[in-house]
């Protein structure tokens, strides 16, 4: 199994499209082979599931994630685990054990305001440029 996580700092950084670098482990028998820091050159959202797919990546533990990018993960067949927070290492570790404290649920809350399937996320704080009457 190979699992990637977005990197920063050590920690599982928490903007999916935005991060720079992912650490990805190798994991054989509930225990890490190897991991490596590997740069996203800039890949951003979609992109990023491809990138994660060419490194032969089939589970991802991450922080904030939007809609779009958990449909891309779903299509290249890779595990979302997300919502998770601390230490990247720590992390992995916990989800070898069965021990990871991740939400099911993890909704990336900086991309709300792109509406579709947010149930009316448009009108929640969100300039609307005069385009929400009626």
Do not use: W
């Not at 935005?18 to 509930?30: C, L, N, P, S």
């Not at 579709?116 to 009457?133: N, Q």
């Amino acid at each position: 199994m190979k699992i990637a996580v977005p990197y920063e700092d050590g920690q599982v950084f928490q903007h999916f499209g935005h991060t720079a670098q992912f650490k990805v482990y190798e994991e054989k028998d509930g225990k890490i082979l190897s991991s490596q820091v590997v740069d996203t050159n800039g890949s951003g959202h979609g992109a990023l599931a491809d990138f994660l797919a060419s490194q032969g990546v089939d589970t991802l533990i991450c922080g904030g994630i939007g809609g779009g990018a958990q449909a891309a993960l779903a299509e290249a067949n890779i595990r979302l685990f997300g919502g998770v927070q601390g230490g990247a290492d720590e992390a992995v570790e916990a989800f070898l054990t069965g021990s990871l404290q991740y939400n099911p649920d993890v909704r990336c809350s900086h991309h709300e305001h792109h509406g579709a399937g947010h149930h009316g996320a448009l009108h929640e704080g969100h300039h609307c440029g005069g385009h929400c009457h009626g």
